[in-house]
């Protein structure tokens, strides 16, 4: 690993894009710049400045999906993303910005004062969220019916979500390992998941725990 000094890496092939880029940053900030061209040279980027910020054109960089997205978030927890791109489905938008607080979204639609807004709140650390794709967001409601789950079980189910083992739980609620575990399992059950991450992901979802207590 390098030194602390915070880096822009722009992650986007095409010319015309990552010349814009370029110049709009030469305004706003004195960080580095670094160009790559695929994942591997992003990644290493990132192994010696763990906390830059990325702009990545996702519909046309080699990033498969949004699960290779999330794994590189989770990898480098203190990188800020911003996704840079002309076109994100609904879903993948909701399932990014439910996942990861450290991702942004911009669309190369966006007008300049909202690209140059987006750039400051990454390097500030903060996440930014186009206004075309805030409305896309909320002017859509998410149907989903929640899960049937007792009370007892949405309690255990926020304690799960905050990282709390079987034993600690059963030692907060007076309960044996037994009764908790027992709980556990028809949580699972009823969610139609089978980890502690997709009952996570779930529930914050479905409205069940607060994405802030998650995230502390």
Known sequence: MLDEKQIIVL?????????????????LTESEQRQVSDKAGMMA?????????V???????????ADELL????????????IFSEDLSLDFVRRVLASSPQVSVL??????????????QALAGRRFICQRTAEMVFATPVVE????LTPTETEVLKDIALGMTTREIAAK???SFHTVNTHRKNIFRKLGVNNVHEATKYALRAGLIDSAEYYI
């Open 11 to 27: 992650a986007d092939n095409q010319d015309i894009t990552r010349a814009g880029l370029q110049y709009v940053l030469s305004q």
């Open 45 to 53: 980027v990132l192994n010696n400045y763990p906390n830059a910020v």
């Open 55 to 65: 702009v990545v054109d996702y519909t046309l960089f080699d990033i498969n999906d």
């Open 71 to 82: 794994i590189l978030a989770d990898r480098y927890a203190r990188v800020r993303w911003i």
């Open 107 to 120: 669309l190369k639609e966006s007008p300049l004062n909202e690209i140059r807004e987006c750039i400051r």
């Open 145 to 148: 019916e929640k899960p049937n």
């Open 173 to 175: 609620r007076f309960s």
